[in-house]
């Protein structure tokens, strides 16, 4: 049965006039990111410096690790490959308002109003919950979630997770499928490293204009395929939309699959390899822009990030903050 045919006209008309207008701030969103297709040429145009916007291949995985990261069975319906314990409604939501070019577009980005304030994104973040997607933690806390986007292999990883492992935090790296093919050694590390490894899509293109299911599932379900063809193990479902380009419905098809979209709450210009900011500028930055409940977005591709690391976690250390992984994001925060 097509799932078009399960619906009535009134939930089409909602989906299609969409129940949201997302606007990016002036200047608030993170573009020429990873650069895929040729890492070597990455896009100038960047209105903002400041918002955004790799084991052998037997992985040791505890018993637990293992049943808390594995989503479950997959089944098809209707050609849609989507966890077994998914309701059928929100797959049937998502499929119609993708396929009728239904729902909000959000290029998502943050304004920082003040040093160490709670940033102003440009979604609702109740809203953006409702999704299963995250942009931070709501607390008073002095808790922040490291991630890092891995569009392919600039030679820094090995030595950001040694920097890690010194400061015993934990990080999710979101990796893409042109990392997967061309330096599967390193995704391997990450893994075997205890790491968590999430989803980045398999060409880094620009999400807004991916208009199909197909073009959306192809985009997700590759780099997952990829991920467990390489490991033997199957990939925490962590999904983050290159560039914070999307839209409601394919936060609909990605909460529909099981995963969760991590957007972030900070992170600075630092994926132009040839305009690299200088460490002091990139202390200075990241220090006033941490918050509590931060979720920080760097890239592994950078050579300042990479310079900057153990420096940066010291002070935040020093300043009372711990690091968290993204699996301890509360659910309820937002609603409490």
Known sequence: MKFGKLF???????LLTGALTVSSFAGATHKGVDHINNPKEVSS????PGAENEQSSEVEVSETESAEKDSGPVTVIDGIRVPAFVKSDEAIQADL?????GGANMDWGNYYPSANS??????DE?????????????TTDKVCYLTFDLGYENGHTMSIMETLRKHNAPATFFVTGACLKSAPEIVLAIAKNGFTVGNHTLSHKNMSNVTTKEMFFNEVNTVEEQYEALTGHPMVRYYRPPEGKSSQAQLMLARAMGYKTMLWSVAYKDYDEKAQP???????????????????????????????????LT???????????????????WFI
């Open 8 to 14: 009535t006209e009134g939930i089409m008309t909602i």
């Open 45 to 48: 145009d960047v209105p903002m």
């Open 97 to 101: 308002a993708l396929l009728s070019g």
């Open 118 to 123: 709670v940033p102003v994104g440009n979604a």
């Open 126 to 138: 109740r809203w953006l919950r409702s999704l299963d997607t995250y942009s931070r933690e709501n």
């Open 278 to 312: 200088s460490r002091e500028s990139a202390l200075a930055t990241l220090n006033k822009r941490i918050h509590p409940g931060a979720i920080v977005l760097l890239h592994a591709t950078s050579s300042t990030n990479t310079a900057i690391l153990d420096e940066l």
């Open 315 to 333: 002070g935040w250390e020093s300043a009372g903050y711990t690091f968290k992984s993204l699996d301890e994001l509360p659910e309820n925060d």
